[in-house]
């Protein structure tokens, strides 16, 4: 099946306050630990949100795929900056698997 990953960003939201309602302290616990990593000193947001897209390809989590897109997206990155991290992350995984 293919992901609208247009709405998938609001699906996820969804499903997180889902979760919130039958584990409420893992979601508590989670949203500080989320917003203290959102405020960086030295890296703008667009490139902080380059990078989680490359570690959200590396761990294939698609939730945070299209979510860090979204973001990246909204910071100002372009459609090239985006398929550039993107490319070091596969770049990334594939040079690891050949060290195996």
Do not use: H
Request: glycine share 4%.
């Amino acid at each position: 099946m293919m992901l609208d990953w247009n709405a998938y960003p609001e699906q996820v939201s969804v499903r997180v306050k889902e979760m919130s309602q039958f584990a409420p302290n893992a979601v508590a616990g989670f949203i500080p630990l989320a917003n203290g990593a959102n405020k960086t000193t030295y890296l703008d947001a667009k490139t902080r949100e380059l990078i989680a897209i490359a570690i959200a390809v590396t761990t294939r989590f698609d939730g945070c795929i299209g979510v860090y897109t979204d973001r990246a997206i909204k910071a100002g990155a372009t459609r090239e900056e985006v398929a550039e991290a993107l490319r070091v992350a596969i770049m990334s995984v594939d040079f690891t698997c050949l060290q195996c």
